[in-house]
């Protein structure tokens, strides 16, 4: 898909990814449409040129008001990218089912909600690209963040399925897996922290700048996943080879001393 021209909203654009994205695509001739719960950081995000909604994603009523502000500047949602999504470093079985359902709420239910407020939209232009901001954890689960991993495996399985449901509609579905990028994730995480050999092995971490990059280039291309960095392909081939040496391995990156 061409970019240039295009009206790209993009959630969780405050920082990290998103801020990324929005200067990604800014600089490919697209015009935005931003939202996070930081005004200032979508301000900043922003640069005076692009609409900003802040507001609470997991909230029905902010999920409309983005849609409809957007349609009102622009008159349509050409590409729509869920990348709003927080976690927890907790273990699964001890974990409280408050912070389960508020991870829940904005991993997988906000990004299903917007799609549904969106792609009605795209199916009656016959045009457009729903991108979801999955991780590789969703393709290889991480035990340090258990829950996590199955909230975006939710959204990776949706992904594809939406895929297929749009195929006769000219609306396509694009999957992000990134891997380890160098943003405010850990310190902005709802509870826990990833242990010491988690945190000292950042070998192939990326920065969101790479990562909106490989994005852009995605959509450009059609792509059905885009793993950034690619080597991350490497490790899920090998944990569907040889799944109880990766995850013994895993298990030890778990150790919390």
Known sequence: MRIDGKVVLIT???EGIGAACAAEFGAAGAKLSLTARSKTGLEAAAGGKALITPGDLTDDAVRRKVVERTLERYGTIDILINNAATGFYLPSWSDSMEHTRRMMELNFFALLGLTQLVVPHMRERRSGMIVNVGSIAGKLTLPWMTLYSASKSAVGSFTEG???ELQRD???AMLVCPGYVTTGFQKNVIAGQAPPKVQRGRRFAITPERCAT???RGVERDA???MTPAIGWSLVF???LFPSIVQNRMAEMNETA
Request: glycine content about 12%.
């Open 12 to 14: 969780g654009a405050s």
């Open 224 to 226: 059905r996943t885009v």
């Open 214 to 216: 490989d994005m852009r």
């Open 238 to 240: 090998l944990n569907r």
């Open 162 to 164: 939406l895929r297929m």
């Open 170 to 172: 000219g609306v396509r």
